[in-house]
């Protein structure tokens, strides 16, 4: 009886390391596929990068051409953002981003564009009716 439930022992512990076997097999082969997403990923990255860096020196060739401060716009964009950022913090329901949609146009960001619309909570624009 006892060489009997050794080898069902056995054969349990050898059907076991088999099922381990065959879950690190698979594990081994997620982590190759992830290492090539991750290489490919890196390289798509650095391409992005090098691009980002060649649009970014041609726009401020175009904006020094048309005389537009890039300094003054980058930080311009930094406090809407920080404003944006601000406003869905507050979770106010009247707060208006500053984001798409603002008033004005690229050119002259400063100036309302002409609207219908009136802000309740600041009682400015015009009305049409």
């Known amino acids: 009886m006892g060489l009997g439930s050794t080898t069902k022992k056995i054969q349990t512990i050898a059907d076991k390391a088999e099922q381990v076997y065959a879950q690190v097999d698979e594990v081994r082969k997620q982590l190759e596929d992830l290492r090539g997403k991750v290489d490919t990923t890196h390289e798509t990255v650095e391409t992005l990068e090098v691009r980002h860096e060649q649009n970014r ?8 051409e048309q005389g537009i401060d890039v300094e003054e716009v980058i930080t311009e ?7 944006t950022a601000e406003n869905v913090e507050s ?3 009247n707060a208006a981003p500053d984001e798409i949609g603002e008033e004005g146009t690229p050119d002259e960001p400063d ?3 002409p609207t219908g619309s009136v802000d309740a909570d600041e009682g400015t ?5």
């Open 57 to 64: 020196a041609l726009l401020e060739a175009l904006a020094e």
């Open 77 to 83: 964009a930094a406090i809407d953002d920080a404003e």
């Open 91 to 93: 979770e106010d329901p």
């Open 111 to 113: 100036e309302p564009a």
């Open 125 to 129: 624009g015009t009305e049409t009716s």
